[in-house]
Nanobody, 119 residues
Framework: VQLQASGGGLVQAGQSLRLSCVASGRTGIMGWFRQAPGKEREFVATINGYGAIKIYADSVKGRFTISRDNAKNTLYLQMSSLRPEDTALYYC????????????????WGRGTQVTVSS
């Protein structure tokens, strides 16, 4: 499965962005991860195949919403109340065997989209 993420950009703190990730085929369990410069990759959110079960990192809970439209093979991440510490390269991933915070369990990855939040 090929994944293409988009929607990143430069915003001010407190603003919102919506990321999209279009898949070339069926994806099953999908997730969003992020990596800031000089830091390790970090789990953001994951969603099951039907979109009914969602898990979030504590750092984004209540501010970010993961969703999917299976008819469009598209995963979304609605990000609100953005903070400078949310600045990172955001990646979508798919095809994990279970809902997981561990990026190593996702075999398919997109190239990432940059999100920069200024203070």
């Amino acid at each position: 499965v090929q994944l293409q993420a988009s929607g990143g950009g430069l915003v001010q703190a407190g603003q919102s962005l919506r990321l999209s990730c279009v898949a070339s085929g069926r994806t099953g369990i999908m997730g969003w991860f992020r990596q800031a410069p000089g830091k390790e990759r970090e789990f953001v959110a994951t969603i099951n195949g039907y979109g009914a079960i969602k898990i979030y990192a504590d750092s984004v809970k209540g501010r970010f919403t993961i969703s999917r439209d299976n008819a469009k093979n598209t995963l979304y991440l609605q990000m609100s109340s953005l903070r400078p510490e949310d600045t990172a390269l955001y990646y979508c991933a798919s095809s994990a065997p279970r809902l997981s915070r561990n990026g190593n369990e996702y075999p398919d990855w997109g190239r990432g989209t940059q999100v920069t939040v200024s203070s």
